[in-house]
C-alpha cells in the first residue's frame, strides 16, 4: 500500500512558476513510476508527466513539454513537478499516482493523491 499526499499548489500570475511535491509512504517508493495528472471543471483527468522508478527517464505531455519538469528523490520518497511559465490552461487540480509501470495512462496508475489546486490567473 502507497498513500500520496500532494502539496505546493495556489495561485499564481501568468508567467509564474509553483512546484509541487508528493510525499509518499512506505518502503517501496523506488519501485514505482511516479506521475502528474491534471483535472480542469468540466474536463477528463490528463497526463502531465512521468518519471521512472530510478528516475532515469520521463516523459511529457506535449502541452507542458519544455515549461514542466518531473524529478524525484528516492531518499525522501517525494517525486516533484517544477512548473514554470504558467498559462491560466494550466489551472487544475494536480494528481500525482504511482504505477508499477512507467506510462502515461492513467488506467495504469493503482495509488492516487488526493489533488491539489493550481490557479493561474490571466
Known amino acids: 500500500q502507497v498513500q500520496l499526499v500532494e502539496s505546493g499548489g495556489g495561485l499564481v500570475q501568468a508567467g509564474g512558476s509553483l512546484r509541487l511535491s508528493c510525499a509518499a509512504s512506505?518502503?517501496?517508493?523506488?519501485?514505482?513510476?511516479m506521475a502528474w495528472f491534471r483535472q480542469a471543471p468540466g474536463k477528463e483527468r490528463e497526463f502531465v508527466a512521468a518519471?521512472?522508478?530510478?528516475?532515469?527517464?520521463?516523459y511529457y505531455a506535449d502541452s507542458v513539454k519544455g515549461r514542466f519538469t518531473i524529478s524525484r528523490d528516492n531518499a525522501k520518497n517525494t517525486v516533484y513537478l517544477q512548473m514554470s511559465s504558467l498559462k491560466p490552461e494550466d489551472t487544475a487540480v494536480y494528481y500525482c499516482?504511482?504505477?508499477?509501470?512507467?506510462?502515461?495512462?492513467?488506467?495504469?496508475?493503482?495509488?492516487w493523491g488526493q489533488g491539489t489546486q493550481v490557479t493561474v490567473s490571466s
Open positions: 512506505g518502503r517501496t517508493f523506488s519501485r514505482y513510476a
Open positions: 499516482a504511482a504505477s508499477p509501470a512507467f506510462s502515461r495512462w492513467y488506467r495504469d496508475y493503482v495509488y
Open positions: 518519471i521512472s522508478g530510478s528516475g532515469g527517464s520521463t
